[in-house]
């Protein structure tokens, strides 16, 4: 398959925005860690040291990463588009 300079310069624009996402995603992945570990399982979960509670603070952690890694690209996709509009 034949790729134009063009092409190319899409095919690299789309690379660097995985980069960025993978960076936000794991960024904000470590931080919300972090952030869980400060919380008091025992309240809520019998054994917070179990398997099952360990498996719910992994879940917890990656749905409260992916809805704020989500606002933030988003944030950042339409702060660049906002220089299409004037």
Not at 25 to 54: C, E, H, R, Y
Not at 56 to 68: E, G, K, W
């Amino acid at each position: 398959m034949d790729v134009s300079v063009g092409g190319n310069a899409v095919l690299e624009q789309f690379g660097q925005q995985a980069l960025v996402s993978l960076f936000v995603n794991i960024t904000v992945l470590v931080t919300v860690w972090w952030a869980l570990q400060t919380f008091k399982w025992d309240l809520f979960v019998s054994d917070p040291d179990g398997p099952k509670a360990k498996a719910f603070v992994i879940l917890i952690a990656i749905a409260i990463t992916h809805l704020v890694s989500s606002f933030l690209l988003n944030y950042l996709n339409w702060s660049t588009m906002l220089q299409h509009l004037f």
